[in-house]
């Protein structure tokens, strides 16, 4: 049974409740850490974006950027209401925001499905508002898309992992997806946290159930 900070940490809050946040952002100037890419944009010509909340960024971050064909990660919040917050904004669930991984990738190297491949396979969608121990509104499980293309794509991977997880039986994805969320860069501290920190931690755990889509690019 949760407790009632857990319970007042797992309710979402309005927009009208929402912490004012600011209007500058958190500097984000250095590297990243494994590819030495730029993690913000400019990005390359081609190169799309994606933006997946699985619970503690940290350990998500990290298995994106070990795919062929993802150009540069980055970590960060969406899917709430207010501009620019803060780590502890965030953990105090005043802000909507849900803690996510940012990924700009090649969709000539690496498709879309297989990205979502990993989001439904490495986390465990079903949780509502939490993800494993990690209790609270910032853990939800959450896909941001950016473009129709993206949100058809979601909606059949979803539909499918659903059938896969009935048959496990798993219970119900809850994972929320928002149209176009704005990305707000996290700390610079929390940006590449487990190449930083090997024995670091990460939570996430998958059901066990894998999701058959993901094997090709666009061709």
Not at 57 to 82: D, I
Request: proline fraction near 7%; charged fraction near 20%; include cysteine.
């Amino acid at each position: 049974m949760f407790s009632f900070l857990s319970s007042h940490k797992t309710k979402p809050v309005s927009a009208a409740e929402a912490l004012p946040g600011r209007s500058e952002p958190t500097p984000v100037t250095g590297r990243h850490r494994v590819s030495g890419r730029a993690m913000t944009p400019p990005y390359p010509d081609g190169f799309e974006t994606a933006i997946f909340g699985m619970g503690c960024f940290w350990g998500a971050e990290r298995l994106f950027w070990e795919l062929e064909g993802v150009w540069v990660t980055a970590v960060g919040y969406a899917g709430g209401y207010t501009p620019n917050p803060t780590y502890e904004e965030v953990c105090s669930a005043r802000t909507g925001h849900a803690e996510v991984v940012l990924v700009v990738y090649d969709p000539a190297t690496v498709s879309y499905e297989k990205l979502l491949s990993v989001f439904w396979e490495e986390h465990d969608p079903t949780q509502g508002m939490r993800q494993g121990n990690d209790v609270g509104t910032q853990y939800r499980s959450l896909i941001g898309t950016c473009g129709p293309a993206q949100a058809e794509a979601v909606h059949r991977s979803r539909a499918t992992y659903q059938e896969r997880l009935r048959a496990a039986h798993k219970g119900e994805i809850s994972t929320e997806v928002v149209e176009s969320p704005t990305f707000y860069f996290a700390e610079p501290y929390h940006q590449q946290y487990l190449d930083a920190n090997p024995n670091g931690y990460c939570g996430l755990q998958g059901t066990g159930v894998s999701c058959p889509i993901g094997t090709g690019v666009r061709t």
